[in-house]
């Protein structure tokens, strides 16, 4: 589909705004629907919807099959890195209260890391069965 | 931070670190280098857990610091404290296996997947065990399920697809059935964790949802754990999935899946009035009966091993079910005993078959005749395997089917005293078929140079074997905790 102008100048218009409405719905989980699960599928379908259009070689020099599987891994220790810097504080496992002086900003501190862990993970997750998938042809 | 009292969330983290890490590094020998880390520290930790559990009774935490009925409690008790120990023991037996076992098995490429895989099965496993929040089970129940139908499909036979999807379809089916069960409960009581929805239940005076919760949750997790009539998928499971990885499964997860269908009769419903109203004793010595004479008749006409055996663990289950059918100190002691004994043997079983399998490439009956004669130690560790299935006397085999009986004298039930007696005698006749091929025949021509296989093999299926004697002869550690997880289900003060 590279060479429908249409689909070209349009992809390139509104993949920008899926990323950031993407970054939106991430942030904005604190106070109201969404969070990284969401955020991460939004990601990954602007990824899928531009390797529709110019093609999966291209997406793939853009996230590398190694970038996306390192992703999956990274958001993970990201919400388990979390997890310990509740215990290395003084608090338990995932313990957000003891992440700053006052215990309710400690929250919104510990939901943050832990949301951007699950974005991450989400995002690697489903770009990485897009690719599996996509990859497979009749050879 | 004091490192005991965060012992309970680190036996779960601690594997489930090793795996992310794993695929972070992309290679073969770290990855493996990792997860054997992760594994042998969960082993450690649980070992330590099981030492605070007998010296100071519950250990209770919260994770994130929200009290128990509202946050998320890990709980180890007795019972889960044994099956910890037993769930990352074998893991950290079966792993040093699996460097040398896979190499044949799946390809090189994709090693450190594999290990990360693994990895999270056991963090799975480990986390349905200490959890004491239903829909945290829930979640861990999904984790360990899903890594083990990728586990599966990786043999290298093409068949292992199928078993995978086969075992998947009916794995989700099992976990839809859970989550509709804990839905109800929640309904009703308004509390995810399992003791208070234990308390609460005890002056429920609606009925109707809390029997369907019942019938959801004993339906789900029997699928889970392959009691009879719906143990279809694990035989092609257990058959076709790379060596080590039948031998983990074998192993760990039905003695899960018991665990969680014991936590939720007797820490859940067992105070109840409600879980009176329903036969549930009679139908667990149904199917438990069952299950113990179809499959092991089914067992005897297998010709591949590892299907035999798959046929055996079946049928073993059966004994199982019909320890929590008499509803008695005995019968459960019987039933958590057993649940050690024979992942014990079958995880050493497997071993050894994945062993065969290594040397003679293949372990259908037809293949596997005369390997008395080519790998004679591996023989006589698989006939080791083979009489405590049996329940020999000084195997670990024995040690559950005495108890079993005992249980089945203190209710006066002398017929079926009788029936384990003659379905032990099925499992002489399945035994007896493999003695049978391997050292009254001839090995075929083309097998006579196959020789014993590598120390890697080995040395961990030896290790389980040993397991194996030493439960049939010093049974103060697996009887003594069964016997006091037994008391702690039925309340019972000894």
């Known amino acids: 589909m590279r060479n429908d102008m249409v689909l070209r100048v349009v992809g390139k218009l509104l993949i920008p705004f899926i990323l950031m409405f993407a970054l939106y719905v991430q942030f904005h989980g604190d106070f109201g629907p969404g969070g990284g699960f969401q955020a991460g599928t939004i990601v990954a379908a602007a990824i899928i919807f531009y390797a529709i ?29 979390v997890g310990f810097a509740g215990l290395l504080l003084g608090g338990n496992f995932l313990d957000y209260f003891v992440l700053d002086s006052d215990p309710v900003v400690g929250q919104h501190r510990g939901i943050f890391w832990i949301e951007l862990g699950v974005a991450i993970t989400v995002f690697g997750v489903l770009l990485k069965i897009f690719y599996l998938f996509a990859r497979r042809g009749p050879n | ?5 965060h012992l309970p969330v680190l036996q779960v983290v601690v ?8 695929v972070l590094f992309r290679d073969r020998l770290a990855a493996f280098l990792l997860v054997l880390a992760g594994s042998w520290a969960a082993f450690a930790i649980s070992i330590l857990l099981w030492l605070q559990v007998r010296e100071s009774g519950i250990i209770s935490y919260a994770i994130g610091s929200w009290p128990a009925p ?26 040093p296996y699996c460097r040398s076992s896979i190499v044949r098995e799946i390809r090189p490429d994709t090693h450190y997947l594999f290990y990360a895989m693994f990895a999270l099965c056991l963090t799975g496993l480990l986390g349905i065990t200490i959890t004491g929040d239903a829909f945290n089970l829930f979640v861990f129940l999904e984790i360990s399920s899903l890594s ?45 964790n399992l003791a208070d929805m234990g308390v609460r239940l005890q002056d ?144 050493s079983l497997f071993l ?9 490439g293949g372990v259908t009956l037809a293949r596997v005749q005369g390997v008395g004669r080519v790998m004679p130690v591996t023989t006589f560790g698989i006939v080791l395997c083979g009489l405590s299935l049996i329940g020999v006397p000084g195997t670990a085999g024995f040690v559950s089917k ?19 007696v003659l379905s032990s005698l099925l499992a002489v006749v399945y035994v007896w078929r493999f003695v049978e091929a391997a050292y009254f025949r001839a090995p075929r021509a083309d097998l006579l140079q196959a020789r014993e296989a590598s120390l890697g093999l080995a040395i961990p299926a030896w290790i389980l074997v040993g397991a194996t004697i030493w439960f049939g002869v010093d049974t103060s550690v697996t009887v003594g905790s069964a016997a006091a997880a037994a008391n702690m289900l039925l309340g019972v003060t000894p």
């Open chain 1, 53 to 81: 259009i110019y093609g999966l070689n291209t997406a793939r020099r853009v996230l590398p099959d190694w970038v996306v599987e390192s992703m999956i891994a990274i958001g993970v220790l990201l919400y388990i890195g």
């Open chain 2, 1 to 5: 931070m004091s490192f005991a009292e």
């Open chain 2, 15 to 22: 594997p489930l670190v090793s795996a992310p890490l794993a």
């Open chain 2, 70 to 95: 509202w946050g998320i409690e890990y709980r180890v008790d007795a019972l889960s404290s044994l099956v910890l120990m037993l769930v990352s023991g074998v893991g950290a037996v079966v792993l």
């Open chain 2, 148 to 192: 083990s139908y990728v586990l599966i499909a990786l043999g290298k036979d093409r068949r292992a697809l199928v078993a995978s999807y086969q075992y998947l379809i009916m794995g989700t089916i099992g976990a839809t059935f859970i989550v509709i069960g804990v839905g109800l409960l929640y309904v009703k009581t308004g509390t995810l």
């Open chain 2, 204 to 347: 429920m005076t609606s009925h109707r949802p809390v029997l369907a919760a019942l019938a959801f949750l004993t339906v789900g997790i029997s699928l889970k754990l392959a009691l009879f009539p719906l143990h279809q998928w694990l035989p092609n499971a257990y058959a076709y999935a790379p060596s080590a990885v039948s031998a983990f499964l074998a192993a760990t997860a039905t003695k899960v899946s018991v665990y969680a269908l014991l936590r939720f009769y007797f820490s859940v419903f067992g105070e109840t009035a409600i879980f009176k109203q329903l036969p549930m004793e009679d139908l667990m010595l149904v199917l438990a009966l069952a299950g113990m004479f179809v499959a092991s008749t089914v067992a005897i006409f297998q010709n591949n091993l590892k299907r035999l055996f798959a046929y055996s663990s079946v049928a073993q289950i059966g004994y199982i079910a019909l320890g929590i059918s008499f509803d008695s100190v005995t019968g459960l002691t019987a039933t958590i005993v057993h649940l050690v004994n024979h992942a014990v043997t079958k995880g």
């Open chain 2, 352 to 360: 050894l078959l994945g062993a065969v399998m290594a040397s003679m």
């Open chain 2, 402 to 420: 005495w108890y079993l009986i005992l249980a089945a004298l203190e209710k006066g039930q002398w017929w079926l005293v009788f029936l384990i």
